[in-house]
């Protein structure tokens, strides 16, 4: 439900983060902007922006009209799996997923799925036409793998 609110720099990534850490829709009201940010992988843009969303008179009425139809999961997130404490990185085409796959293959695994490779970054996965991420990766160090390799250590 985060994502399809369209609240700016909130992707699929920071909604499960989201959806992780706070159960209700009034939890995350009762949160303040610091405490969002201070969440890893949030941070303080991300925390405002959610924040100033949140606040806006027009917005809570439409979450009071859409919760009349919904039907909201808790989200949980897998504690261990053979990606537990890696962040993974996602580019390019992959053969057999789409990113949105691959990336709920790395949280389903206990990894997180990053939008941007930094130096904590563990691996790239790298599928056709990989454009600035391998490059951020190869220049950082980072190691990149295919998607065999990928599917690989999800079994592992």
């Given at each position: 439900m985060l994502i399809g609110l369209s609240i700016p720099h909130v992707g699929e990534e920071t909604a499960f983060l989201?959806?992780?850490?706070?159960?209700t829709l009034a939890k995350l009201y009762a949160t303040s902007e610091e405490s969002l940010s201070s969440i890893d992988g949030i941070g303080p843009i991300i925390g405002h922006s959610v924040t100033e969303w949140l606040g806006n008179n027009d917005n809570r009425a439409l979450l009071a009209r859409l919760g009349k139809y919904l039907t909201i999961k808790k989200v949980v997130a897998q504690s261990s799996g053979p990606l537990t404490g890696q962040i993974v990185v996602i580019t390019g085409t992959l053969n057999t997923l789409s990113r949105d796959e691959a990336e709920a293959k790395v949280r389903a695994a206990g990894g997180k799925?990053?939008?941007?490779?930094?130096?904590k970054t563990s691996f790239v996965v790298a599928g056709k036409d990989a454009g600035s991420?391998?490059?951020?990766?190869?220049?950082?160090?980072?190691?990149?793998?295919d998607e065999t390799e990928f599917l690989k250590k999800l079994k592992a």
């Open positions: 989201i959806a992780v850490h706070f159960t799925a990053s939008v941007s490779v930094s130096s991420k391998l490059a951020d990766a190869q220049r950082l160090g980072v190691p990149v793998i």
